[in-house]
């Protein structure tokens, strides 16, 4: 396996980061980012505090992945959690570890951060996903997703 | 229905809120905050930014329910998600609407913080409140949700 170089996304590598997103999109059969959310996802990236952190994994210079998180709160532990949202790999770079290393940098964050927990979530149909998660230690919780879209606001 | 009155938590209320804290974790049979949970959960809803927000809603004076909610992100959207932590009401006080404005005031803070969406989790088992987030509204997500705890980092 070749070395994963990770690097945080900011002005200079923005378009590396929107070409992955916009993958992730095709892969997932979701409509890719138009102008004016890809101006959101810059701003929302950059600001002070971010709203969230994106991450880019290279493999001999070239972008094969990425990482977003952000950190909620445990009113039970009192503490924050990192919150993986997306974990994603060019479909061509898959089973050589890529996914992996960016999983363990993301908990690596969850420990330096002073995190109690880090969580995620998975479709429930997708297995490999799945399987990935719980060799890596993922533990599944008894909850059911719930959701209002703006439209029911 | 005696009208619910909305505070944000701060230093004037804190104990208040602390008081349906620990109501909530006997009613869950979850070891209540310790002293050092208690000064970060005060350090942590006080910041600037702070890590979550909390309200208590009061009947008469008395505090008899909270929620607390912090926001995340849809890379999907580019916008802000406010993601509903917890929703407590005092048992004696449960089936008078008081549940229903609670969550009503997360929604509308949803809209005004001009969110995508708002969202939240439910214990696989709680039927109550099931039902409660379904005649909101709310749709359940093909989802399973993962978590590593800190032991596991």
Chains 1, 2 share one sequence.
């Not at 990482?67 to 532990?77: A, C, D, E, G, W």
């Not at 997306?86 to 995190?115: H, P, Y």
Request: hydrophobic content about 35%; some cysteine.
């Amino acid at each position: 396996m070749s070395p994963v170089t990770l690097e945080k996304v900011s002005e200079n590598n923005f378009a590396d980061f929107l070409f992955l997103v916009r993958k992730l999109a095709d892969y997932e059969h979701l409509t890719p980012p138009g102008k004016a959310e890809e101006e959101r996802l810059f701003r929302d990236c950059v600001a002070d505090p971010p709203r969230y952190e994106a991450y880019i994994g290279s493999v001999g210079g070239k972008p094969v992945g990425y990482v977003t998180f952000y950190f909620t709160y445990s009113t039970f532990l009192a503490l924050p959690t990192l919150y993986l949202e997306d974990i994603f790999v060019l479909e061509e770079f898959r089973r050589s570890g890529i996914g992996r290393e960016l999983f363990r940098f993301c908990r690596a964050e969850a420990r330096r951060r002073g995190c109690g927990r880090m969580d995620w979530q998975v479709l429930t149909w997708n297995n490999p996903a799945i399987r990935f998660y719980e060799r890596e230690g993922g533990k599944r919780l008894d909850w059911y997703v719930y959701r209002l879209d703006r439209n029911a606001f």
